[in-house]
Every structure is written in structure tokens, then in C-alpha cells.
């Protein structure tokens, strides 16, 4: 049998087994290092800021600072714009922070279609004892997608204080306990700019942190890792943690990592200082069972072609 004959045959096979050919959904946390009106004016960085995002299923954007309400729509437009293949929407918090001079929001871009916001709520950062223990209290979204092994999951994000990380990555158990009584789920993903290293957040400190000490959430972004932009630091500030056993299968393996768009494209630091001095964190989830991801494909195309 020739390879054009025996590659059509597999593709036929494939499509009465009921498979779906798909790439895989990857889930991204940038600190867009304040984003505003300024910036979405400044082409060359919207060019670049629209490449990442339009690389994810579901990027969190932190430190935006869109006072004009302009900034995000603008950034929505041009995805939408470049990616002819996607759509894209958001959903955005309230204005965060302890000052009026000085707030934030968290934005999660996603590709409709892929998926769906199907609940969200702005933590009340309220618990008796340790009120307002968050600067910006995470603004959480609950997930559905049919294209990944875990369906339904929450995503938490977090843009700690450096001088309060310790305590504001602590108090991330009780907003999982919050999550967990509110939606009757333990599927959790937390993800930011933690400012979880260089002095922030100190070894000796980390078996008082429930994230850290207790084994149901697993750290994907390593101590090891980079996440800043300039050459004179070397700092794994952005992290992605998850929690539930089913969650932590759904993963694929080695695919947590930070994104190097200076790299990727060709910049200088100072080109990429002006997008942010932050690289965007990642992580890709399998493909649920009806569906089949573009390596296990290759795979199947190898091991068939050498059978034949």
C-alpha cells in the first residue's frame, strides 16, 4: 500500500471512531506591567501583547489600568482583527486596590467557542480574623470547555504585594476553601505575578504557607524558572499552581513554563521592557478522550506508516 493510500485510510479510520482532530488548550497568566490607554496606543507593543494572547485559549491579564475603559475593547478588536480563525471576549474585576491613586483589575481574555465563562465572583476578602488580607482580591471565573480531559475548573488569580506576598499566597487556602463551599468543586488553578521569589517570599517561610505545605496543590512553575524580563534578574515571580488529583492528570507533562516572546521574536530587551518586564506563564491541558491532540496524532501517523 503507497503512503497517500495508506495515510488516507488512517484518516478515514479516524473519522468513524468519532475522533476529533485538535491542538491542545493552553491557559496563560501575563502582568501586562500597567496597561492602559498609553500603551494600547503604542502599536508595536499592541502588536506583540496581541501575538501572546492570541497564543492562548485563556490568558489572565494582570495590572491593567484601563481608567478610559478603552484600552481592553481595543485589545479584543485587533485579536479578533489578527486571528481570523478565533473570536475572542472578557471578563474583567472591579477596580482593585487600597488606594484610589492607585487600582488594578484582573482580565481573562478567552476564545469563544473553546470556552465558556459560566460563573464568576469578586472574593469578598471578608474572613473574620484576617480581613482584607489581599491588596487585590482575586476575581474568580468557573470554566467550561469540551475540548479538554477536565471539563469544568475554576481559575484564581493573584497579583500579591511584594512586601505582603508571603501573606497574600497564604491566604490563596482560603479562598480555595470559598471556592470549594460556593461551587461544590475542588478543580482550582491559582495563577499570577505571586512575587513568589527574590527575597519576598523566603524558604524558611514557605512550611507556614498552606499553598506550599500542604501536598494537594502542585506547584507547576519551578523555583528554577525565569520570569522576568531584564538580563540582571533571575526571578520566578509568576507562578501556576493547581489543586484536585483529576486536574493534576489533566496536565501535560513539561508544559508549565514561562514564554519568552523576546526570544520567540526577536526583540531587544528594551523593545520587550516595553511590553512588560514580566513573560507570561503557561500551562496546556490534555485533550479529553474524544478528542485527539495534534502530538498523539504524529505519534499514531508514525507508528502506522512504519507498520505499513
Known amino acids: 500500500m503507497s503512503s497517500s493510500s495508506s495515510l488516507l485510510l488512517l484518516l478515514f479510520l479516524l473519522s468513524l471512531s468519532g475522533v476529533k482532530l485538535i491542538s491542545g488548550f493552553k491557559i496563560c497568566a501575563f502582568n501586562v506591567q500597567s496597561f492602559g490607554d498609553s500603551k494600547s496606543r503604542?502599536?508595536?507593543?499592541?502588536?506583540?501583547?496581541?501575538?501572546?494572547?492570541?497564543?492562548?485559549d485563556v490568558c489572565l491579564l494582570q495590572e491593567v489600568r484601563d481608567t478610559k475603559q478603552k484600552a481592553i475593547p481595543l485589545l479584543?478588536?485587533?485579536?479578533?482583527?489578527?486571528?481570523?480563525?478565533n473570536q475572542y471576549d472578557y471578563v474583567a474585576s472591579e477596580r482593585l486596590g487600597r488606594t484610589p491613586s492607585y487600582q488594578e483589575q484582573y482580565v481573562f481574555v478567552f476564545r469563544i467557542g473553546s470556552v465558556t465563562v459560566t460563573d464568576q465572583y469578586?472574593?469578598?476578602?471578608?474572613?473574620?480574623?484576617?480581613?482584607?488580607?489581599?491588596?487585590?482580591?482575586?476575581?474568580?471565573?468557573?470554566?467550561?470547555?469540551p475540548k479538554t480531559a477536565i471539563r469544568d475548573f475554576v481559575l484564581v488569580p493573584q497579583h500579591t504585594t511584594p512586601t505582603n506576598a508571603t501573606k497574600e499566597i497564604d491566604a490563596l487556602y482560603d479562598v480555595f476553601l470559598d471556592v470549594k463551599k460556593k461551587w461544590k468543586t475542588e478543580m482550582v488553578m491559582f495563577l499570577g505575578d505571586f512575587n513568589a521569589d527574590c527575597g519576598y517570599v523566603a524558604k524558611k517561610n514557605r512550611q507556614h504557607v498552606r499553598l506550599y505545605s500542604n501536598q494537594?496543590?502542585?506547584?507547576?512553575?519551578?523555583?528554577?524558572?525565569?520570569?522576568?524580563?531584564?538580563?540582571?534578574t533571575t526571578c520566578a515571580?509568576?507562578?501556576?499552581?493547581?489543586?484536585?488529583?483529576?486536574?493534576?492528570?489533566?496536565?501535560?507533562?513539561?508544559?508549565?513554563q514561562p514564554f519568552n516572546f523576546a526570544k520567540e521574536y526577536g526583540l531587544t530587551e528594551e523593545q520587550a521592557l516595553d511590553v512588560s518586564d514580566h513573560y507570561p506563564v503557561e500551562v496546556e491541558l490534555k485533550a479529553g478522550s474524544e478528542h485527539l491532540g495534534g502530538h498523539t496524532l504524529l505519534i499514531i501517523l508514525v507508528a502506522f506508516f512504519i507498520s505499513t
Open 42 to 56: 503604542n502599536t508595536e507593543v499592541m502588536h506583540t501583547l496581541i501575538r501572546i494572547v492570541s497564543r492562548c
Open 76 to 85: 479584543i478588536t485587533e485579536l479578533n482583527r489578527h486571528d481570523s480563525q
Open 122 to 145: 469578586q472574593y469578598s476578602d471578608m474572613l473574620p480574623g484576617d480581613e482584607d488580607a489581599f491588596s487585590r482580591e482575586p476575581f474568580i471565573v468557573r470554566l467550561h470547555t
Open 216 to 232: 494537594a496543590f502542585l506547584w507547576l512553575i519551578g523555583d528554577t524558572e525565569d520570569t522576568t524580563v531584564r538580563q540582571t
Open 237 to 256: 515571580y509568576d507562578r501556576i499552581v493547581v489543586h484536585g488529583e483529576a486536574f493534576e492528570k489533566a496536565i501535560v507533562p513539561q508544559s508549565a
